[in-house]
């Protein structure tokens, strides 16, 4: 008897998928269905009387979860995955990233020319030492000191500028 309730229910497959798509209108939801349906039909065999319709009992089945899923729902509210509506959301706001974007251009305008060069091939550039040793026709340590020393005085008049020692960027 349980063997042949299984095969039974294994045949409707087919149809209970069908039926869950139709109900849910959205195939991973269809799945957890089938599956609810499915779990609570095998945990209730006692309950089925063996010659009547299986699948007509098994398709209540599955209407009364899909029911009782769609009450759940509504009870718990509604949610998003906060990434699927990320352009819902307004962008930060980046006025102090611009203000501090203008210190550090103003602190840059201030360095030497040698140490404004070396910023830029490392920094914005991305160059390795060598390239620009090559490039500024000087020894690899002189381009090393010079990164070096433009990278602290940068820093100081950044500091300087947020204790209010060097005028910020108007």
């Known amino acids: 008897m349980a063997y042949s309730f299984h095969q039974e229910i294994e045949s409707l497959m087919p149809r209970l998928s069908s039926f869950a798509r139709f109900l849910t209108k959205n195939a991973s939801d269809a799945d957890d269905l089938v599956q609810d349906s499915v779990e609570r039909a095998l945990l209730k065999s006692s309950q089925f009387t063996p010659g009547t319709n299986l699948r007509a009992w098994m398709f209540t ?11 759940r729902r509504a009870r718990r509210g509604v949610t998003t ?43 914005i550039q991305g160059r390795s030492y060598q390239e620009m040793s090559e490039l500024l026709d000087v020894p690899v340590g002189t381009v090393r000191s010079r990164l070096s020393r433009a990278r602290a005085q940068l820093s100081d008049m950044m500091a300087q500028q947020a204790a209010g020692s060097l005028p910020r960027a108007a």
Request: proline share 2%; net charge negative.
């Open 61 to 71: 089945i599955m209407r009364n979860t899909h029911i009782n899923e769609i009450r």
């Open 81 to 123: 995955d906060a990434y699927d509506c990320e352009d819902l959301f307004p962008a930060a706001a980046d006025q102090e990233d611009r203000i501090e974007l203008r210190d550090v251009a103003r602190a840059y305008d201030r360095l030497s020319d040698d140490h404004q060069k070396v910023i830029e091939l490392a920094g």
